[in-house]
């Protein structure tokens, strides 16, 4: 009996109840593939990344003017991390960025789960592509420019493995789906930015 009464005080506690109920569901998602292991992530529009960050003040980044002035941005390392206005939302608020500041590298934030809590994670532009291990460097490298995708580095982690930069945001995820799906290549992922530090 004394452990159902303290139970029931713990899940009618206010505390409890807001930490439970109040992050809001998240609307809009998007698939991609890890390897072999299709993925889900949800689009939180109350956030923006701005990467790039500890270069400049935030007073001087072109991402203030769509950020709700209530709530306080975050940094992590060189990452900003703007709380968005109702109206310009993280998806409206990069295509403006892509206009108004082109030279800046911003990001829609997401989720792995439909509510907005846990960790955030942002595109910072590049995709991993795993390229078949009779492709020569060559190949690869006019593979990339047909995608219009330029080579960072190669990565030690298997045979014909490598990082392509691509514009940051929702867009990288896209485009590694569609490299993914062309079935040209062995494997095609975002390579993502992930925040442990909860918002």
Same mark, same amino acid.
């Given at each position: 009996m004394e452990k159902f009464l303290t139970l029931?005080?713990?899940? /009618?506690? +206010?505390?409890?109840?807001?930490?439970?109920?109040?992050?809001?569901?998240?609307?809009? /998602?998007?698939?991609?593939v890890d390897g072999e292991t299709e993925k889900t992530v949800w689009l939180d529009p109350g956030y923006l990344a701005e990467f790039?960050?500890?270069?400049?003040?935030?007073?001087?980044?072109?991402? &203030?003017?769509?950020?709700?002035?209530? &709530?306080?941005p975050r940094r992590s390392g060189g990452v900003m991390l703007w709380p968005m206005s109702v109206k310009a939302g993280g998806s409206a608020a990069v295509a403006n960025l892509a206009t108004k500041? +082109?030279?800046?590298?911003?990001?829609?934030v997401f989720r792995d789960g439909p509510r907005s809590i846990g960790n955030?994670?942002?595109?910072?532009?590049?995709?991993?592509?795993r390229f078949r291990p009779e492709w020569s460097e060559s190949r690869i490298e006019s593979y990339?420019?047909?995608?219009? *995708?330029?080579?960072?580095?190669? *990565?030690?982690?298997?045979?014909?493995?490598y990082v392509l930069k691509h514009r +940051?945001?929702?867009? /990288?995820?896209?485009?590694?789906?569609?490299? &993914? /799906?062309s079935g040209?290549?062995?494997?095609?992922?975002?390579?993502?930015?992930?925040?442990v530090k909860p918002l």
């Open positions: 029931l005080l713990l899940f /009618s506690n +206010p505390a409890f109840a807001k930490t439970k109920s109040s992050a809001p569901h998240l609307q809009q /998602s998007y698939k991609w790039g960050a500890q270069e400049k003040a935030a007073s001087n980044s072109a991402a &203030r003017v769509f950020a709700d002035k209530q &709530r306080i500041d +082109p030279e800046g590298a911003y990001s829609e955030t994670k942002a595109l910072p532009g590049n995709i991993i592509i990339a420019k047909s995608q219009k *995708l330029e080579i960072i580095r190669k *990565l030690a982690i298997g045979a014909n493995v +940051p945001g929702l867009e /990288s995820l896209l485009k590694a789906n569609e490299i &993914r /799906s040209e290549v062995l494997e095609a992922m975002p390579d993502w930015w992930i925040n």
